[in-house]
């Protein structure tokens, strides 16, 4: 076991226990052997009745997807034969868990530990919190608070009355407020090589975009895993742990972009949902870009299915899931988006692409669709909760009760709909109407900076400003940012919150210094008036990505040069390239 140092210190075991991200049952079940349907547990529980009892709160047994997942790990596995189960001690709750050992939210079906863990021992405990926001179903918050983590995994929460658990090294929360890992549902990474693009800076959507298509044409797996790593180290900088990202532009001879950027997302560390974005309209006909970065149809659906064939892990605890992602109603034929929908519904992923973005696109859907834009989406077969989108700045009142009542998730992002001028996006309606909204960057060439903090802010101010001062605080944000991202990304109970058998995503925020002076009476009030703010550490399945300010990766100043010189070439900037 460690011990607290210095504040933001981590202390190192002399032996470090292996962690796997993929192993293991919810944590009240460890390894007794079991023989057949009868057989009982060391607590006199038959295999029969904790078939049912793992139907009730094991993920996988959820919903049709991971039953289909829960049943082909029992067929590897042999059957009930070779299957090995571990009740914990009389199955009770841990130190500080306040009933929520019994919130058995899951962990992934894999292969069963060889032996009994020792009760109460883990990989990592965060500890000294100001305070911990758990957002969990009770939206707990626990003040002198800590986290315990095995094999990626929340194992338990507690107080200071509460004893720690032996861990094999621990991470000082001290002046912190803790949170569940904040999670990005909109992002085009890529766009950071041409941030403040002078040319785009000052125009419309439509403008920007067509200024900045054939640039990016000279988009090629190099310039997609530098745009990837430095994209992901900002968003881990400033507290993100899961963030999607919608690669759209695939120019000819450009490479497996995807694959690039998967390469970045696993060398740093981060929980990543990449989709497979696609444009198959270009100018000549009748869409926005050039013809360079289009595709066909059947390419473009090919490549999706290899793509998810080769990557999609729909397993909790999943550190990578493949969703797919047409641009936007004005940028693909609607062939492809009812292929989409329907490849997507055979490979069991979701669907992305942007929507009611800018008055533009109704004006572009009533020309061209004979339809508002909303209308199109639900025609084509993408009213489902199986699909979240972007903005959805502009659906009216009969639009948002229809996204609501088939659980279309929306992705808000707040500085984007700004800095182009394209309006605020109805939140609150949308949330009452029953989607879920969560929150996201957009790309870094329109918002030019990737912090889900400032997002989250942004999101504070702008639903304050639409609808009041009781509209929105900061918990409400919070929330957006964790729960209901992870809705959006079909992740619900199993990212975005902290509580036992949770994903171990957490970051912890400095709320010390003059930005914090007179912060006194609630911290996460605090942690979004106050600021600007970064985060002291970044976890991401219970491994620092950030620790102390700083990415862990030292790689990153080597990743910058060749970024600098990647991005200079694209923009056309020779001296700079060169140098």
């Known amino acids: 076991m460690t011990t607290p140092s210095s504040k933001g210190s981590r202390v190192p075991a002399s032996t470090a226990r292996s962690r796997s991200a993929r192993s293991g049952w919810p944590h009240p079940v460890s390894c007794i052997s079991a023989t057949g349907p009868t057989s009982t547990t060391r607590t006199g529980v ?5 078939t ?7 993920p996988v047994a959820a919903v049709s997807r991971r039953k289909a997942t829960f049943r ?3 067929g590897r596995l042999g059957g009930w034969s070779k299957v090995a189960f571990v009740m914990a001690p009389d199955d009770v709750e841990g130190p500080g868990t306040a009933g929520d050992a019994h919130d058995r939210s899951g962990r992934p079906a894999g292969e069963p530990p060889a032996g009994r863990v020792q009760p109460g021992a883990v990989d990592l405990v965060v500890v000294g919190a100001d305070l911990v926001a758990t957002v969990d179903d009770r939206r707990r918050e626990i003040p002198g608070g800590w986290v315990a983590v095995r094999d990626g995994f929340v194992v338990s929460l507690g107080g200071p009355s509460d004893p720690l658990p032996p861990a094999a090294e621990t991470i000082s929360a001290q002046g912190c407020l803790v949170t569940p890992g904040l999670i990005n549902t909109h992002h085009h990474i890529y766009q950071n090589l041409t941030r403040s693009f002078a040319p785009a800076v000052n125009g419309t959507l439509f403008e920007w975009l067509t200024t900045l298509y054939p640039v990016w044409a ?7 895993y530098l745009s990837a790593w430095v994209g992901l180290a900002e968003l881990a ?3 993100c742990t899961t963030t999607t990202d919608h690669l759209y532009v695939h120019p000819k001879g450009g490479g497996d972009l995807i694959s690039a950027e998967i390469t970045a997302a696993r060398e740093l560390g981060m929980r990543f949902h990449p989709t497979r974005g696609s444009m198959s309209l270009s100018v000549k006909d009748g869409g926005l870009p050039p013809d360079s970065v289009v595709q066909d149809d059947d390419d473009i659906l090919a490549e999706s299915e290899r793509l998810v064939l080769a990557f999609h892990d729909p397993n909790p605890g999943s550190m990578l899931q493949i969703a ?3 641009c936007s109603p004005f940028s693909v034929t609607d062939q492809l988006m009812r292929r989409t929908a329907e490849l997507a519904e055979r490979l069991d992923v979701r669907l992305h692409t942007h929507l009611a973005e800018d008055p533009d696109e109704d004006r572009f859907a009533m020309e061209k669709f004979s339809k508002r834009t909303i209308d199109h989406f639900e025609d084509v077969g993408w009213m489902t909760s199986r699909a979240w989108v972007a903005h959805c700045v502009y659906p009216d009142s009969s639009e948002i009760a ?3 009542r088939a659980g279309v998730g929306v992705a808000h992002c707040p500085s984007s709909n700004m800095m182009i001028a394209g309006g605020i996006a109805p939140v609150a309606e949308l949330i009452a109407a029953g989607s879920p909204v969560g929150l996201g960057c957009d790309g870094s060439a329109s918002t030019d900076h990737a912090s889900l903090w400032l997002e989250a802010r942004m999101a504070l101010m702008q639903g304050r400003l639409r609808g009041g001062p009781t509209a929105m605080g900061s918990r409400r944000a919070l929330e957006i940012a964790t729960r209901g991202s992870a809705a959006c990304l079909g992740r619900d109970g199993e990212i975005g919150q902290l509580a036992p058998g949770s994903v171990a995503d957490l970051v912890c925020w400095p709320l010390e210094g003059v930005p914090f002076a007179g912060a006194l009476t609630d911290p996460v009030e605090a942690w979004l ?3 600007p703010l970064q985060a002291r550490h970044t976890i991401v399945a219970g491994r620092p990505v950030v620790l102390d300010g700083r990415l862990v990766s030292n790689a990153v100043e080597d990743i910058l040069r060749r970024h600098r010189a990647v991005s200079a070439r694209m923009q056309g900037l020779a001296d700079l390239a060169s140098g």
């Open 46 to 50: 038959t295999i029969a009745k904790l």
């Open 52 to 58: 049912a009892q793992l139907a009730t709160f094991h």
């Open 72 to 74: 082909s790990e029992f």
């Open 218 to 224: 000279g988009l090629d797996e190099e310039a997609s």
């Open 237 to 239: 900088l400033g507290g």
């Open 324 to 326: 797919l992602a047409p």
């Open 402 to 404: 229809r996204l609501g």
């Open 529 to 531: 008036r106050c600021g």
